[in-house]
């Protein structure tokens, strides 16, 4: 069965640093893969996806992820971190063979940035 | 604003009772998909809905049900509601349904079970 970890339940930066969070899925065949921020009480907002092609996907509000098949990993990076990131992540993945659309979500990652 | 409406936005019942969530998608998505979001089991896949047909199920309880109606909003019936039932129930939509695309959510109904 498909699974994705998130490593770090929360994950706490300083303004301007480096963020990194972590996700590896396990499957067989490369799923799609997507990762969703959500803000305080609201519902979850796409921030970038990998379907096919280039494996370094750009997504909104500076983030990038890079999709490694031997890794089974898509982590998500931003530069530079800014304090209206703080929210929690969720990588998600849909199997390539699934005949619906459903999302596998992680556990989560809660981002905290510090001024 | 994702396009996707949910009502109502805060439910309060007692154990032992049935609600319903209510949501349509945005303009031309034909397809529904329900997640329950819990502290201890996190996001969970229930239920999807293509052009009123059932696509796909996850993890929905027996005492959960769902249907998509000709105007293409879904409606989630939760019944015989236990304390461990209270989470938030998010709807998205997409348009043809393909695991390839983006669902657009909405922003949820928070149901509490006392």
């Known amino acids: 069965a498909q699974s994705v970890t998130q490593l770090g339940s929360h994950v706490s930066v300083s303004e301007g640093a480096l963020v990194l969070l972590r996700c590896n899925y396990s499957s067989s065949v490369p799923p799609y893969l997507f990762w969703y921020v959500q803000y305080p009480n609201q519902g979850l907002q796409l921030l970038l996806k990998y379907t096919t092609g280039a494996t370094l996907v750009k997504g909104i509000n500076g983030f990038e992820a890079e999709f490694k098949k031997s890794e089974t990993s898509f982590h998500l990076t931003k530069p530079s971190a800014h304090m209206s990131d703080a929210a929690e992540y969720f990588c998600a993945v849909s199997p390539y063979y699934n005949q619906g659309g459903k999302l596998i979500f992680g556990q989560g990652t809660e981002l905290s940035v510090k001024p | ?80 509601l236990e304390l461990g039932d209270s989470a938030l129930y998010f709807c998205a939509s997409t348009n043809s349904g393909s695991g390839r695309e983006t669902q657009y959510f909405g922003p949820g109904t928070r149901l509490l079970v006392l």
């Open chain 2, 1 to 80: 604003d994702s396009g996707v409406t949910q009502t109502p936005k805060h439910l309060i019942t007692a154990t032992g009772q049935r609600v319903t969530l209510r949501c349509s998608p945005r303009s031309g998505d034909l397809s529904v998909y329900w997640y329950q979001q819990s502290l201890d089991q996190g996001l969970q896949f229930l239920i999807q809905y293509y052009n009123g047909e059932e696509r796909a199920k996850g993890n929905i309880l027996e005492r959960f049900s769902a249907q998509q109606f000709p105007d293409l909003h879904s409606e989630l019936n939760l019944s015989s």
